[in-house]
């Protein structure tokens, strides 16, 4: 197969054509649309560290295979320096936490191979970082059949839950597949916030709207895990303007869906969506929390965002990865989402791998036994 490596900022428009192009044959996630890919490079370029476009062609020089490639040298344990290239991510820390998922390469025919895909990586390269690929796209699929001299790192690999939308059509459809404490959980939760005024779901219908409803996601979310004690990813500001251009640029298109629950003039949570080929996926979301714990904000707010879907006929509301109890609760079926790396045979990853080993030796027996107290 031969290759074909595109300056994406010297050769922009031959990128998008080609990238459009290949989407509209593969089977392919919103991650990998050209609004989410084109926003992403957009905001590349402004970091000084644009990614290529790598193509294999067949014989007739048609494109078969398509995937963005970054490169960085990252350093680990302050030692180990290796050269590293990332499938669809740029390998810079702060604008990688815009996280992908549903991870995969454009792929046009049937019988694309690991191989394949690892001889279009052009120049040196000591490791090949592979997030959040999808088990049943390309290259996901086929992990078992990369190459034997490459060391696979799985550095998580979790289930992502998710709702056929087809059998619901209101809410009591919903609860019922369910388990019978979530739907208790729902039905007290709506009873409560009822007491306040009528319970309703509002989508953004306008641009101006929908940054409005972004905002107001943005300071619940923030405030939500301030008080854990934890740092959001959208204080980081690549994250963030990130997710303003790409409100931006692609509202207008239908792919951005920004929903608000209130209870009287009180907002419950504002629900972050990304829509796409009939998936609905929950990116972000913020709550506002009361003091009273029987109150579940979120539960709520995932079964009216999923009510909503499910009447305006979309497939799927895909809760993405993690193996949250909210998300066990309300998911109905699920799929699985893997981060990986592969690793070339090298003495530097021969010393990482083994002194990383010997350091969680000496924590694991340097820990005092742990008390035993015997019921008799």
Not at 165 to 183: C, E, F, H, Q, V
Not at 237 to 255: K, S
Not at 311 to 322: I, Q
Request: aromatic residues 10%; contains cysteine.
């Amino acid at each position: 197969m031969e290759r074909l490596v595109i300056d994406t900022v010297r050769e922009p428009g031959l990128a998008e054509t080609i990238w459009r192009e290949m989407c509209r044959d593969s089977e392919h996630s919103y991650y990998l649309s050209w609004g989410w890919v084109s926003t992403w490079l957009d905001v590349m370029r402004e970091m000084g560290a644009p990614a290529d476009l790598v193509v294999g062609l067949d014989r007739t020089k048609r494109p078969v295979l398509a995937f963005m490639l970054g490169q960085q040298r990252p350093v680990r344990h302050h030692v180990f320096r290796n050269h590293a290239v990332y499938l669809n991510a740029s390998g810079i820390p702060e604008l990688d936490q815009i996280a992908i998922e549903f991870n995969a390469v454009l792929c046009r025919r049937a019988d694309c191979s690991f191989s394949d895909l690892l001889s279009l990586i052009p120049g040196k390269w000591d490791e090949f970082e592979l997030p959040g690929l999808d088990r049943t796209g390309f290259p996901g699929r086929q992990l078992g059949t990369a190459p034997a001299w490459l060391k696979a790192v799985i550095k998580r690999d979790t289930p992502a839950y998710y709702v056929e939308l087809g059998p619901i059509a209101n809410r009591d459809d919903y609860l019922a597949l369910l388990g019978k404490s979530t739907r208790a959980s729902v039905r007290q939760t709506l009873r409560g916030y009822q007491e306040s005024g009528p319970v309703r779901l509002e989508s953004a219908q306008t641009l101006d709207q929908a940054r409005d409803y972004f905002d107001e996601m943005v300071e619940l979310h923030r405030n939500a895990w301030d008080r854990k004690g934890i740092c959001s990813n959208f204080l980081v500001a690549q994250v963030l303007a990130f997710h303003r251009n790409l409100i931006g640029a692609r509202f207008g298109h239908g792919e951005i869906q920004l929903l608000r629950v209130r209870a009287g003039k009180q907002t419950i949570g504002v629900l972050y969506n990304l829509v796409y080929r009939g998936k609905v996926y929950n990116y972000q979301s913020g709550f506002r929390f009361e003091a009273d714990n029987r109150y579940r904000p979120g539960l709520l707010c995932h079964v009216e965002a999923v009510v909503h879907n499910a009447t305006a006929c979309a497939g799927s509301y895909e809760f993405l990865a993690g193996d949250a109890q909210y998300k066990r609760s309300l998911g109905t079926r699920t799929r699985r989402l893997t981060w990986v790396r592969l690793q070339k045979p090298s003495l530097s990853h021969w010393l990482e791998h083994t002194l990383g080993e010997m350091k969680r030796r000496l924590i694991r027996y340097a820990r005092p036994p742990s008390e035993t107290v015997r019921r008799r």
